[in-house]
């Protein structure tokens, strides 16, 4: 069985989205923030955004979680060369949750205690690179119901 990331920026559904998803499969399912180490974890609830140093440590973990195969992983992956990193580590489909800025904020508005601040979205979203042509991903859009999210992934996942 392949393994799978559920990745976009905070706010898009990644962890209820993965978690629904490792259900309907069979899967494992991991939540990246989990995988934090505390120092990140305390950088992003300070309102600072994680560099590609901080990253690192993490992406390595997120990717030995995919490498045991069977396995979810709620990550945000913005950028190709994370991406890149875990999938030179783990063979994984990319599942990306598109969203527009003012419906990933009114989500984030209804997590007051989720470490993430809404202060970083705007970063984020300035840091996401889309999945590209040559990389091998699904996308659904998040203006759906977490139900139709869920369907739109399995259907196209059989098909791929």
Same mark, same amino acid.
């Given at each position: 069985?392949?393994?799978?990331?559920?990745?976009?920026?905070?706010?898009?559904?990644?962890?209820?989205?993965?978690?629904?998803?490792?259900?309907?499969?069979?899967?494992?399912?991991?939540?990246?923030?989990?995988?934090?180490?505390?120092?990140?974890?305390?950088?992003?609830?300070?309102?600072?955004?994680?560099?590609?140093?901080?990253?690192?440590?993490?992406?390595?973990?997120?990717?030995?979680?995919?490498?045991?195969?069977?396995?979810?992983? !709620?990550?945000s992956a913005l950028?190709?060369?994370?991406?890149? #990193?875990?999938? @030179? &580590?783990?063979? /994984?489909? %990319? $599942?990306?949750?598109?969203?527009?800025?003012?419906?990933?904020?009114?989500?984030?508005?209804?997590?007051?205690?989720?470490?993430?601040?809404?202060?970083?979205?705007?970063?984020?979203?300035?840091?996401?690179?889309?999945?590209? !042509?040559?990389?091998?991903?699904?996308?659904?859009?998040?203006? #759906?119901?977490? @139900? &139709?999210?869920? /369907?739109? %992934? $399995?259907?196209?996942?059989?098909?791929r």
């Amino acid at each position: 069985m392949t393994s799978y990331v559920v990745m976009g920026v905070s706010g898009c559904g990644k962890s209820s989205i993965g978690a629904a998803i490792a259900a309907a499969i069979g899967a494992r399912f991991v939540d990246g923030d989990d995988l934090h180490p505390p120092a990140n974890i305390a950088k992003m609830s300070r309102g600072e955004p994680l560099t590609d140093a901080d990253r690192a440590p993490w992406l390595a973990k997120v990717a030995q979680e995919l490498a045991q195969g069977d396995t979810v992983v !709620a990550c945000s992956a913005l950028k190709r060369k994370y991406r890149d #990193q875990i999938r @030179a &580590q783990a063979d /994984a489909v %990319f $599942l990306f949750l598109r969203g527009e800025r003012d419906t990933l904020l009114a989500r984030m508005a209804l997590r007051p205690d989720h470490f993430m601040p809404v202060s970083l979205l705007d970063s984020q979203l300035a840091t996401l690179e889309p999945p590209s !042509a040559e990389e091998v991903h699904l996308v659904q859009d998040i203006e #759906q119901t977490p @139900a &139709q999210i869920v /369907a739109g %992934f $399995l259907e196209a996942m059989t098909w791929r």
